[in-house]
């Protein structure tokens, strides 16, 4: 797909890799719609002459205006970036289902709500992306982040099932698995600590403008699933050729929690 002179919709876009797809879009020539709960954030992160719209995105209202202000201004919405999400660590079996329920709505039930805004204006086009930016943690299940997985694993679930569904009318979908990305994710998780193992795995982390651009290459490629950085295939690989032996090594990581 080219960009250029596309209208993007980018959620969570005041930081981390939705700030950075922000930057990334706008050297690509797009006309950028921007949301995020923070202000300052979207200020800081917006180009010039980008829409922004402040707001929690777990909230129909928010949704149905951000969607609604975007059609006023371009008159259309080219690509949704569904980037908007959190972690939780906790062990599955002991969070409380009230952290659950908050994981669930803004990782898999705000994403699939604003996909079911944005598609009937596609639909009339007959053109259009819809960008899930999921996890690694979608691929393989991760024991310190099991409920953060099973959102991600939904989350991918969904992309797959629009993509087929919209195939005929010409709207598209793509999911996007990052490894460890260098943002505020951990800060921002609510739960425990990651394992120690994990932690000490940041030397392999990817910054946001550089998972902003294997996106933004996603895109153009008309990619089904972006994996960044490129060797997560291997550990993907691994855990479907030899799930037990990975199932061994990442439970015995998460003994060090």
Do not use: H
């Not at 969570?12 to 709960?37: D, H, K, M, V, Y």
């Not at 980008?50 to 777990?58: E, F, P, R, V, Y």
């Amino acid at each position: 797909m080219r960009i250029e002179g596309k209208v993007v919709l980018i959620t969570g876009a005041s930081q981390g890799i939705g700030a950075a797809c922000a930057g990334e879009f706008a050297r690509a020539g797009a006309r950028l719609s921007l949301t995020a709960r923070s202000e300052d954030g979207l200020q800081r992160a917006a180009p010039p002459d980008a829409l922004l719209t402040t707001g929690d995105l777990t909230q129909e209202e928010t949704r149905r205006a951000v969607v609604k202000r975007t059609l006023e201004r371009f008159g259309s919405v080219d690509i949704l970036i569904n980037n908007a999400g959190a972690g939780l660590y906790s062990p599955s079996w002991n969070t409380p289902l009230e952290d659950v329920k908050w994981l669930l709505d803004l990782n898999v039930l705000a994403p699939l709500a604003l996909a079911q805004l944005v598609v009937p204006p596609m639909r009339a086009q007959r053109s259009g992306l819809i960008v899930n930016v999921g996890s690694i943690a979608g691929q393989i299940s991760l024991p310190w982040l099991t409920v953060y997985s099973a959102s991600k694993f939904a989350l991918g679930a969904l992309t797959e099932g629009m993509r087929m569904e919209l195939k005929r009318d010409g709207v598209r979908t793509m999911i996007v698995c990052p490894g460890y990305v260098k943002t505020a994710f951990q800060q921002n998780a609510r739960g425990g600590q990651p394992p120690a193992a994990m932690v000490q795995g940041r030397r392999f982390a990817i910054t946001p403008q550089q998972c902003a651009r294997a996106i933004r290459m996603g895109v153009e490629r008309n990619a089904r699933t972006v994996v960044t950085p490129r060797m997560g295939w291997l550990l993907i690989g691994a855990a479907r050729l030899f799930p037990g032996f990975v199932e061994g090594r990442l439970a015995a990581m998460n003994q060090t929690a």
